[in-house]
Nanobody, 123 residues
């Protein structure tokens, strides 16, 4: 699967951004999609995931209630709507395709990764 993420940028605290990730390759609805992020000097961490069927979603506690993951299987695209952004959300955000249709927060269960998009939240 080839993944292309976009939508990052610089925003003030309290603001919003919407990330997109376009996929090609395998049948899009057959696999879950996830978003991860990596801040400078830190390990890559799970943010959100959505199942292939769009029925299930899962969020990291740090973003629950502020971020929303969605997908449009007709457009082969997954989104991450980020509201009420905080400076600690600053990171490179990566979309990833899972090895199966079920959601997971485990990095090793994702086989394909996008190039990352920078999100910077100023205080």
């Amino acid at each position: 699967v080839q993944l292309q993420a976009s939508g990052g940028g610089l925003v003030q605290a309290g603001g919003s951004l919407r990330l997109s990730c376009a996929a090609s390759g395998r049948t899009f609805s057959s696999y879950a999609m996830g978003w991860f992020r990596q801040a400078p000097g830190k390990e890559r961490e799970f943010v959100a995931a959505i199942s292939g069927s769009v029925i299930s979603t899962h969020y990291a506690d740090a973003v629950k209630g502020r971020f929303t993951v969605s997908r449009d299987n007709a457009r082969n695209t997954v989104y991450l709507q980020m509201n009420s952004l905080k400076p600690e959300d600053t990171a490179v955000y990566y979309c990833a395709a899972a090895t199966s249709w079920s959601i997971s927060s485990v990095l090793d269960e994702y086989s394909d990764w996008g190039q990352g998009t920078q999100v910077t939240v100023s205080s």
